[in-house]
């Protein structure tokens, strides 16, 4: 299994609702990222998770919340959102180690809407 | 940060043309790929070539890289309207703690 799957495809919330975004990987994969690509532009890095830890955290706004439960899911919750955080929410996984490769695999997205 | 440039930022070629998109950097690196992204999907990995690589091919893909320049060059032989898509080329610095930095990627519309 070489996919990363992402749920839901597409969220539309009020800039007062709580909602989660999650991403799944069975690659056996120990980095797991979230990026945030706003249209036609490269997607921007949010965070790192390395064996379930946080390792980076691009100085994210507190609204959005991530969390690594265990190695093969990551969600983001989000709360308190603004219409400029509607954007398509990435995931990708890579694995560590030697012998793995440098490559990153990533899910579908979630295109996520603000209003 | 964004570190990579692509240009043009734009290509429009008709099938069965080759397309040749280039990528800077400014800092030192341990790898350089290539990604694809159709419209609103996920991107998907192409090539990856390394910091002692001058040149690497994987199908209709030729990928060059050279280190006194900074940049790199992605060639798409014999296009095909399906390679209508955004490429992004993405660094891996060194000692970057697993982090890519994604360039801004061009646009390829391939004409059938």
């Known amino acids: 299994d070489t996919e990363v799957t992402q749920t839901p495809k597409h969220l539309v919330m009020g800039m007062t609702n709580k909602k989660s975004l999650k991403c799944e990987q069975h690659m056996g994969h120990r980095a797991m990222y979230w990026y945030k690509q706003k249209a036609k532009k490269p997607p921007e890095l949010m965070f790192v998770?390395?064996?379930?830890?946080?390792?980076i955290n691009e100085s994210v706004p507190s609204r959005f919340s991530p969390e690594c439960p265990n190695s093969s899911l990551l969600n983001l919750h989000l709360h308190a959102l603004q219409p400029e955080d509607s954007a398509l929410y990435l995931c990708a996984s890579k694995g560590l180690g030697s012998g793995s490769k440098n490559e990153q695999f990533f899910g579908p997205g979630t295109r996520l809407t603000v209003l | 940060s964004q570190q990579g440039e692509e240009d043009p930022q734009a290509l429009s070629i008709q099938e069965g043309e080759n397309a040749t998109m280039n990528c800077s950097y400014k800092?030192?690196?341990?790898?350089l790929q290539w990604y694809r992204q159709n419209s609103g999907r996920g991107l998907v990995h192409l090539i990856l070539?390394?910091?002692?690589?001058r040149e690497k091919h994987s199908g209709r893909l030729r990928v060059t890289l050279d280190t006194s320049k900074k940049s790199s060059s992605l060639l798409i032989t014999a296009s095909r309207a399906a390679d209508t898509a955004s490429y992004f080329c993405?660094?891996?610095?060194?000692?970057?703690?697993?982090?890519?930095?994604f360039g801004k990627g061009t646009l390829l519309t391939v004409n059938p």
């Open positions: 993405a660094t891996d610095a060194h000692r970057s703690n697993y982090k890519l930095t």
């Open positions: 800092t030192s690196i341990n790898n």
């Open positions: 998770y390395s064996y379930e830890k946080l390792s």
């Open positions: 070539i390394r910091s002692n690589e």
